[in-house]
Structures are given as structure tokens and as C-alpha cells.
């Protein structure tokens, strides 16, 4: 009797401190959240070279971003997002070619890059997967924007990374900012 009160008073304290950014269902509304997290965070005109998100089963899901305030500082920090709570887990210091802007080099959410896109693009990758291997249990194992190195835009592009329900393959889609898809790859 004690080990199930104890697992249920466990179960229900992982259950209240998830909310939609804490999710494992993560589709349009979700990946919104999670970008409302973020600029709660870090503020509606942070920089990023880095933003990605990882579901795990035991915790939720797991926010990883490498961000600025003040992109000319050269300075960014790496924060993980896991149970509700932001932690730095580094400092990074970046080079830029001479006579460039650091700017010119990261994105900011919402205008051009948006994590709402990239919701709708998980849940199109399931339903293309769905569609072309028959796969319907398929679920989030990973999303991220990739961003290029030279600071072309052009080359950014949005991908998601999906397994089956029990493991397995990993089925990549990667996607052009406007959500044209570039290749599906396992």
C-alpha cells in the first residue's frame, strides 16, 4: 500500500509541474508555448544561433537554446530548460569574420524563424510519414532549427526528427524556413 501511495503522490507532482512547454505532445500550440517560454525568458529580441527541443519521456520535454541579449558582445550563454526551471550550462564566446555584424549570424523568433512553423511541420512530418511508411505511432524524438554557420539565411532550415513508438529508426525531415521540404532521410 505504501508503494503505491508513493508512486501516486510522485506521478501526481511530475503531472503539476508540466505545463504545455513541459508537454510530450508537441504540435502547433506546443512548439508556440515553447517559444512564449523563451521570449519570457530571454526577451522578444534575443538572438540565437542555437534553439532545439528533445521530449523525454521521464521529464517532459527539454529545451536546449544558445542565446544572446547583445549579439555585438560576442557573448552567448547555452541554457537548458527542464521542469519548469532555466539553467546556463555554459558561456560562449564567438568569431566572427572581420568587418560582419555577430547579428548576421543568429535569428530571432517570430518573424522569419518561428517555432509555431516548426510545430505544424511535426505534425506534417506525421502525417507524410504516416502517409508513405505507414508509420502512425510515430513520435517527436527531436526539433531544431538549423542554422548555417555563414549567416545565409537562405541555407536555415527546420528540422524533425521522429521514431516509431518502440524505437528504431530515425526518420530526419528537413525543411526550408517557408516549410518547403528540402529531404526526408533514415
Known sequence: MFKIITTLFISTVLLSCSDSSNSETLGEEGFSSVEANLK?????????????ITPVESIGNVINATVTKDPESLKMGQWTW????????????????????????????????????????????????????????????MAFIKYPDNGDV?????????????????????????????????
Do not use: R
Not at 40 to 52: I, L, N, P
Not at 85 to 98: A, K, L, M, R, Y
Not at 106 to 131: H, N, P
Not at 158 to 184: A, D, H, K, R
Open 40 to 52: 519570457s525568458e530571454f526577451g522578444d529580441k534575443a538572438y540565437y544561433t542555437e534553439v532545439s
Open 82 to 141: 527542464t521542469l519548469d526551471n532555466w539553467e546556463q550550462t555554459t558561456e560562449v564566446s564567438i568569431e566572427i569574420p572581420e568587418g560582419t555584424k555577430a547579428s548576421d549570424f543568429m535569428f530571432q523568433l517570430g518573424s522569419e524563424v518561428s517555432l509555431k512553423k516548426l510545430g505544424e511541420l511535426v505534425e506534417k512530418s506525421k502525417a507524410e510519414l504516416l502517409k508513405e511508411k505507414k508509420l502512425d505511432n510515430a513520435k517527436l524524438h
Open 154 to 186: 537562405s541555407k536555415a532550415e527546420y528540422v524533425v526528427m521522429l521514431q516509431p513508438e518502440t524505437g528504431g529508426t530515425t526518420f530526419t525531415y528537413s525543411y526550408e524556413l517557408n516549410g518547403n521540404l528540402i529531404e526526408m532521410d533514415y
